[in-house]
């Protein structure tokens, strides 16, 4: 059931042109940036888009210029692992990694202790209503968000496309503290 959610999403969204993309992404950034989780935290982890996703780039550059410390993934296949690594150079300390996603190059990202991330916005392919989230299937995250502090933010990021009344989930499967979206920002009502 999840593996035909995912494609039937993931298809969604690659039906939208890049306009689409860079405004509703503008838009969530701006959104994010009004968040006083955002504006208190010291330190932010973040995905690199991909496959159209909600852009990213924006929102890092905006974060680093506000003086945050700017952390993405670093995916360690053979432990099925996130290691945050700090952003310090976007346009030339970044590689691909695994899937094809962009991570921070290990030689000028020093990695960051996951209990010093105040707020980690993650990718999904899919939320419900009530801030749960259904990835791409790895795990990668749901096993990272289960390490985080216990005052950590979760914050998700979305088209309005990829939002349901329910997704398919597991006992295992994260509840994010918020979702932002082009139109709305979900709390969780439970």
Same mark, same amino acid.
């Given at each position: 059931?999840?593996?035909?959610?995912?494609?039937?999403?993931?298809?969604?969204?690659?039906?939208?042109?890049?306009?689409?993309?860079?405004?509703?992404?503008?838009?969530?950034?701006?959104?994010?940036?009004?968040?006083?989780?955002?504006?208190?935290?010291?330190?932010?982890?973040?995905?690199?888009?991909?496959?159209?996703? $909600?852009?990213?780039?924006?929102?890092?550059?905006?974060?680093?210029?506000?003086?945050?410390?700017?952390?993405?993934? /670093?995916?360690?296949?053979?432990?099925?692992?996130? /290691?945050?690594?700090?952003?310090?150079?976007?346009?030339?300390?970044?590689?691909?990694?695994?899937?094809?996603?962009?991570?921070?190059?290990?030689?000028?990202?020093?990695?960051?202790? /996951?209990?010093?991330?105040? $707020? $980690?916005?993650?990718?999904?392919?899919?939320?419900?209503?009530?801030?749960?989230?259904?990835?791409?299937?790895?795990?990668?995250?749901?096993?990272?968000?289960?390490?985080?502090?216990?005052?950590?933010?979760?914050?998700?990021?979305?088209?309005?496309?990829?939002?349901?009344?329910? $997704?398919?989930?597991?006992?295992?499967?994260?509840?994010?503290?918020?979702?932002?979206?082009?139109?709305?920002?979900?709390?969780?009502?439970?």
């Amino acid at each position: 059931m999840k593996k035909e959610f995912r494609k039937k999403v993931i298809a969604l969204r690659k039906e939208k042109d890049l306009d689409f993309i860079k405004y509703n992404s503008e838009i969530i950034t701006d959104k994010l940036l009004q968040m006083d989780c955002i504006k208190n935290a010291q330190t932010i982890m973040l995905y690199l888009d991909f496959n159209n996703e $909600v852009c990213t780039d924006i929102l890092i550059k905006k974060l680093i210029s506000m003086g945050k410390i700017v952390a993405s993934p /670093i995916t360690i296949m053979s432990e099925r692992k996130l /290691i945050p690594s700090q952003i310090t150079d976007l346009k030339n300390g970044i590689q691909y990694g695994a899937y094809n996603i962009r991570e921070p190059k290990p030689e000028c990202s020093p990695s960051i202790d /996951i209990k010093k991330l105040d $707020v $980690v916005i993650v990718p999904a392919v899919a939320y419900d209503k009530n801030c749960y989230r259904l990835g791409y299937g790895g795990g990668f995250y749901d096993r990272f968000l289960g390490n985080l502090r216990e005052d950590a933010v979760t914050v998700g990021i979305a088209f309005d496309l990829q939002i349901f009344d329910e $997704v398919p989930k597991e006992p295992h499967d994260a509840q994010l503290d918020y979702i932002v979206t082009e139109s709305t920002i979900l709390t969780p009502k439970n």
